[in-house]
């Protein structure tokens, strides 16, 4: 009944019904929100790395602003599996919080750092990675590693990934529109 908007200057927003209220100011304009299955707010922020919310009282669980000493930049995407790791794509690479809050960086068939828009997790528990001019990449979230998929030529900035109700995989792509890919084509 409740809907929750990340905005560019008033931070979180709830809107029920006829009424509209700020409910957490922000450091940084949002860029995604993401509610895990034990209702945890996950908010990627253009700076200042990404946050965890309890939508029960709107208060911060825990602020996550740097990994290694490298700072998180532009959190574009978070997916969840169903083991409860949350996957979270930045432009400065693809990393996933384990639910013990281990965090730690994935490579991307090698690649560390890669700049990722676009995280999802199918209902096969495949997780599937648009990135900024490296296409797509695949893997089983139990087996990894990650596998590249060969996109169709020019769509190479992948800005957003999904299922539909007959399992193929949409993707959204930068200047040359929504790709599907079904039995390993598209």
Known sequence: GSLVAGTTDSGLVLIESDSV??????PSRVMDLHLDSSKRLWIGLYSGGFLS??????????????????PF???????????????????NGLFRLNPSGELSEESLSGRTGSPVCGVFVD??????????YNGVYYANV?????????????????RSLVQDHRGDILMLTDNFGMWKYSSGTW
């Open 21 to 26: 209220r700020a409910v957490m100011p922000l």
């Open 53 to 70: 919310v309890d939508t029960s009282s709107w208060h911060t669980l825990e602020s996550y602003t740097a990994h290694k000493g490298v």
């Open 73 to 91: 930049r532009q959190v574009r995407s978070f997916a969840s599996d169903s083991s409860g790791n949350l996957y979270i794509g930045a432009v």
């Open 123 to 132: 209902r096969d528990d495949n997780l599937w990675t648009g990135t900024y």
């Open 142 to 158: 139990s087996s990894f590693p990650f596998e590249n998929v060969p996109t169709p030529p020019g769509s190479d900035i992948v």
